[in-house]
C-alpha cells in the first residue's frame, strides 16, 4: 500500500489506554454502530493506523463487532459496536483492569 504511515512504537500502557478508550466509546453509543472518521481512522498519519490496528485487534477478539472491512484487503472498517463480550469487559469489576491494565509497568 502506497503512503502508509509507520505504525509508531508504543508502551503497553499506551496501547492499553488506546484499546479502553476505543471500548469506552463503544460502550456509551450502544447498541448504536460508530462510524469510523477518516480523519481518526485511516492509514496514512500514525494516529489513524494506531486506532486501526486496535479496533481491528477488538475485533479479533470479538469485543467489538466490525462493519465494511477486510484484514486482507487493508480495508478499514466503516463502522462498530460493542458486543455483548464487550460489554462483559467493562460490566464485570476488574474485569477491564485484567485484561487491558494500565497505570503500572507492564512487562512480558
Known amino acids: 500500500m502506497e503512503n502508509v504511515a509507520p505504525l509508531p512504537e508504543r508502551t503497553y500502557q ?32 500514525p494516529d489513524g493506523r494506531v486506532n486501526i ?21 487493508h480495508r478499514k472498517p466503516d463502522f462498530f459496536m460493542l458486543t455483548p463480550k464487550g460489554a462483559d469487559l467493562l460490566e464485570v469489576p476488574d474485569k477491564l483492569d485484567e485484561i487491558f491494565p494500565v497505570g503500572r509497568d507492564q512487562h512480558d
Request: proline share 4%.
Open 14 to 45: 499506551e496501547i492499553n489506554e488506546n484499546r479502553r478508550r476505543l471500548l469506552r466509546d463503544a460502550y456509551s453509543c450502544y447498541p448504536e454502530y460508530i462510524y469510523c472518521d477518516p480523519d481518526k481512522f485511516n492509514w496514512h498519519t
Open 53 to 73: 490496528f486496535d479496533i481491528f485487534y477488538l475485533g479479533d477478539c470479538n469485543y467489538l463487532n466490525l462493519i465494511g472491512c477486510s484484514s486482507e484487503t
